[in-house]
């Protein structure tokens, strides 16, 4: 089945302790992204990769990192999370840039 | 820039009736339009689509045009089902973009 997988779903953490959000997908898209979903505010791009090795700032990068190390993960890194930070978080691909793209889950991180 | 502005929800109908949610969008370009359902604890999926003027995107009943002249792309269904409750968010990608500018969405609740 063609999906967009996410783990941790939900997540409880402190201020300033690291959290890796993994995401993964297995249609063998090129194009993956990752998006917070705010309140009244819809869903905003944190980052983007184009392929391995190749990644570039969204709308709202500050305070994450992502790495593609291999095609299909595509991890998003919060190495000192702040209460600002607490969000839903989804991670999408497409096989070409924004088009058309396949959320996974979502995944539900409070920080307190 | 590009922005979507969407009709503030939530929208409460009865079973069997017409649906109209209002999406206009800013585009410096000629952008693809895109409406995308988030069901209650999953992520988004695409429904529909219309990547020009005039055209028509359709999908489970649901329909949008791609209307230029008056820069809106407004979801319609004649007669929705308790199964349509969820949050609908209209987006749009310019042509080359490496990114999903979201509406707030609108949340539906259809009842019996």
């Known amino acids: 089945e063609a999906q967009v997988t996410q783990n941790p779903r939900y997540l409880i953490t402190v201020t300033g302790k690291k959290l890796t959000v993994t995401c993964s997908q297995n249609m063998n898209h090129e194009y993956m992204s990752w998006y917070r979903q705010d309140p009244g505010l819809g869903l905003r791009q944190i980052y983007y990769s184009m392929n391995v090795e190749v990644t570039d700032k969204g709308d709202v990068p500050e305070g994450y990192k992502v790495s593609r190390k291999e095609k299909r993960n595509f991890p998003l890194i919060l190495e000192s999370p702040s209460p600002n930070q607490t969000s839903l978080y989804f991670c999408?691909?497409?096989?070409?840039?924004?088009?058309?793209?396949?959320f996974g889950p979502g995944t539900r991180l409070t920080v307190t | 820039g590009n922005s979507v502005t969407q009709m503030e929800g939530p929208v409460t109908l009865s079973e069997e009736a017409f649906l109209t949610i209002n999406c206009t969008y800013t585009a410096t370009g000629y952008p693809s339009l895109f409406w995308y359902v988030q069901y209650p604890g999953e992520g988004l999926q695409l429904l529909l689509k219309?990547?020009?003027?005039?055209d028509k995107g359709s999908n489970k009943g649901f329909e949008a045009t791609y209307r230029k002249e008056t820069t809106s792309f407004h979801l319609e269904k004649g007669s929705v089902q308790v199964s349509d409750s969820a949050v609908y968010f209209c987006a749009l990608s310019e042509t080359g973009a490496n990114n999903l500018f979201f509406g707030t969405g609108t949340r539906l609740t259809v009842i019996p």
């Open positions: 999408a691909s497409s096989t070409d840039r924004a088009y058309e793209q396949y």
């Open positions: 219309a990547t020009k003027a005039d």
